[in-house]
């Protein structure tokens, strides 16, 4: 655990001044796009099932309910108009630099689930996925993303749990990279 943090806030604390200008610039168009606060903040579910404020950029109006986005009835209506492209290009999640710098996520784990998945927070604690930390990404993450149903996530997230090494986190960081560029996974 302990060198597994070493890498995470001395990697998230180069990634915060190297993308010190992307993150400004997309901050200042989402104030410029639509009404509101620049960054959502969400409950979400941390190490031990603790409840963490999870920033994002907002890519969604101020009214969308607070639900996983494919809970809703037609979610691309919520979207503010550069929200397709923040959360196709994986730029909102940007902000989750500072939950790693502050040891309330990782680079790699599970991603963290909604205060009200209830289903996946409970699956999760049966098989001991709940002792690690959130990541940014994870092996579900890159194994289907939106697409997977809860089981099957979790199924992922425990064959982590199992394999976690720091090699097998370099190789999901990669992978995660990958699907980015090519934008694949991602349904809103």
Known sequence: MGLKRAVDFLLALIASV????????????VRL???GP???WSK????????????KFRSMRVDTPTV???????????????GSFLRKSSLDELPQLWCILAGKMSFVGPRPALYNQYDLIELRTVYGVDKLLPGLT?????NGRDELPIPEKVKFDVEYLERRSLGF???????????????KGIKH
Do not use: C
């Not at 579910?45 to 409840?51: L, P």
């Not at 994870?138 to 890159?142: F, S």
């Open 18 to 29: 190297i993308l010190l200008v992307p993150i400004l610039v997309v901050a200042l168009s």
């Open 138 to 142: 994870g092996w579900a993450q890159i």
């Open 169 to 183: 986190d370099m190789r999901i960081l990669f992978l995660t990279a990958e699907k980015v560029v090519r934008r």
């Open 38 to 40: 620049i960054l959502y």
């Open 44 to 55: 979400r579910i941390g190490r031990f099932n603790q409840i963490f404020l999870m920033p």
């Open 33 to 35: 796009t639509s009404p």
């Open 68 to 82: 996983a986005t494919h809970l809703l009835e037609n979610p691309e209506r919520f979207l503010t108009p550069i």
